[in-house]
């Protein structure tokens, strides 16, 4: 049964530069819409002794006794030979979209008439960050890292790191 593509219906960015007096920002964004995936990793964990628990399994039900209903797993068990966690179904199959902060820098360069002083043609301070914040609908932990022939996350993929920068650029 066809429930959906891992590739997304529809992908893009946009790109700005503001500069106001001394003053520049420049920043990213990057989004994907429709994209199918399956979040294994939400799955996976309940295999006992073969991987360390890395969820909170708090709130899951599992089915206990005959008239349990509204359960989210059939039992609390290590599947051996029944697989019954690796048979994936269409309520596993979640529809993902997703916008990312990747890029944005401030800046601000000193007066000319300060570098005519020291000598300097330019002296500019800046901060940058990247993968700043995202905004998505996905229950697992980075949308952008799943496998996007697959779209399966098996929970082997690190999110993408936030990095920040301070920096100074000086041109003589």
Known sequence: ??????????SGGLVSELRWKNFDMSLSFAYQLGRHMINGLSLSYLNIGKEPFIMDIGGTKFWDEPGDNDVDYPSWQYPANTYHYYRWVDRHVEKVNWL?????????????????????????????????????????LDPETVNITTGFDNGTNYPLARKLTLGLTLKF
């Open 100 to 140: 990312k902060l990747k890029t944005l820098t401030i800046g601000y360069t000193l007066p000319q008439k300060w570098m005519k002083k020291v000598g300097l043609k330019e002296f500019r301070i800046f901060a940058s960050g990247e993968n700043l914040l995202t905004w998505d609908n996905y229950s697992g």
């Open 1 to 10: 049964v066809y429930v959906g593509s891992a590739l997304p219906f529809c």
